[in-house]
């Protein structure tokens, strides 16, 4: 890959140098990592604040078919805490898990 962006850390942020091409960029939110000793992942550490115009430009190139998001599954809010802690599992093996919450 030329670029990662990780939203995960942890063991997903390790494998991922595995697939990271030479001279590759990888990018990380991850809180974890903020505090870590690898220089690596010190280079790809950034924190995310969120901003309405990126976010709405963002929306729109999805829309446009732009860019694609991939979604392993989707579950209501009342199933959170398991997807965030792994417990929800997809046979699709890629991809986001989507929280639905209903207005």
């Known amino acids: ?3 990662i962006f990780d939203a995960v850390g942890g063991d997903t ?5 595995g697939v990271l091409k030479p001279g590759g960029r990888m990018i990380t939110i991850a ?3 903020e505090g ?9 550490f950034f924190i995310v604040e ?3 115009k990126q ?5 729109k190139q999805l829309d446009a078919g732009h860019l694609r ?3 392993k599954t989707t579950v209501p809010l009342n199933e959170a805490s398991a997807a965030y802690s792994g417990a929800v ?4 093996g890629y991809g986001k898990i989507v929280i639905a919450v209903r207005a």
């Not at 942020?13 to 140098?17: Q, T």
């Not at 976010?55 to 929306?59: D, K, P």
């Not at 599992?89 to 699709?92: E, G, Q």
């Open 69 to 71: 998001a991939f979604v």
């Open 50 to 52: 969120p901003n309405q």
């Open 13 to 17: 942020l390790e494998r991922s140098w």
């Open 36 to 44: 870590t000793a690898d220089q690596r992942v010190k280079d790809a």
């Open 89 to 92: 599992t997809d046979k699709s």
């Open 55 to 59: 976010l709405v430009e963002i929306a």
């Open 31 to 33: 809180a974890d990592s």
């Open 1 to 3: 890959m030329d670029v």
